[in-house]
């Protein structure tokens, strides 16, 4: 994992396997199918990174040879919550690793003249001793990102119980999010150079959402 010092809870998933197929993500002439594989497969290991703090407990099980206190994870349910409509494109990846988690959903869209987010609707499980893991594979103003969090610390939520999972990111956008919410940790596969006039991210990989749906 890797850090920016300009980003303290920034932490960047360089596993080669993740940067490989991100890479084929970002081609231009990658088929909507490869684009939408490729996605769940970088969200499964980059969900294999983030989970690896979470608590474990034990369990007493009988093996065919002995009983043991075999380690099973602790306490703490975890809701899987994508950002309508792009974040979809990574909460499947994530539900194949964590079967139980509850899902939730937030709706915005980028306002195209102010890209100020627009929210249209909020689904959320109880919010009790729960982890949410927050996905979006494009963090770029940042800010959609920061209305997610908004939405669920005015349910109570605190900054611990909140995982932020991206794809791409870009430097304006993680420091907006990071001044909102400097207690929020954030993953992401890359953080690219800078947005462009139109809000895109550069290199970035175009609009996740169209190549993960295949529109226009
Ligand atoms: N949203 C996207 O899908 N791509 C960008 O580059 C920026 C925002």
Do not use: W
Request: aromatic share 6%; with cysteine; glycine share 6%.
């Amino acid at each position: 994992m890797k850090q920016d010092p300009r980003f303290p809870n920034l932490f960047i998933t360089d596993h080669p396997l993740i940067q490989h197929k991100l890479s084929h993500m970002r081609a231009k002439d990658t088929s909507t199918r490869t684009f939408r594989d490729l996605l769940k497969e970088i969200t499964l290991l980059m969900g294999y990174e983030i989970t690896r703090d979470l608590p474990l407990t034990t369990r007493t099980i009988e093996t065919p040879l002995m009983t043991i206190d075999a380690p099973v994870i602790a306490g703490r349910k975890l809701a899987i919550v994508p950002i309508l409509r792009a974040g979809i494109g990574m909460s499947d990846g994530l539900l194949d690793l964590v079967p139980s988690a509850r899902v939730g959903h937030i709706g915005v869209f980028r306002d195209p003249e102010t890209h100020q987010p627009v929210e249209y609707l909020v689904r959320l499980p109880d919010t009790v001793e729960r982890t949410f893991i927050l996905c979006d594979p494009m963090v770029a103003t940042g800010n959609s990102a920061v209305h997610a969090v908004d939405v669920l610390k005015k349910r109570g939520v605190t900054d611990e119980q909140i995982i932020f999972l991206a794809l791409v990111a870009a430097p304006e956008g993680i420091t907006v999010f990071q001044k909102a919410h400097p207690g929020v940790k954030i993953y992401c596969a890359s953080l690219d150079s800078h947005l462009n006039d139109h809000a895109y991210i550069v290199p970035g990989l175009g609009d996740a959402g169209d190549r993960i749906f295949g529109t226009k």
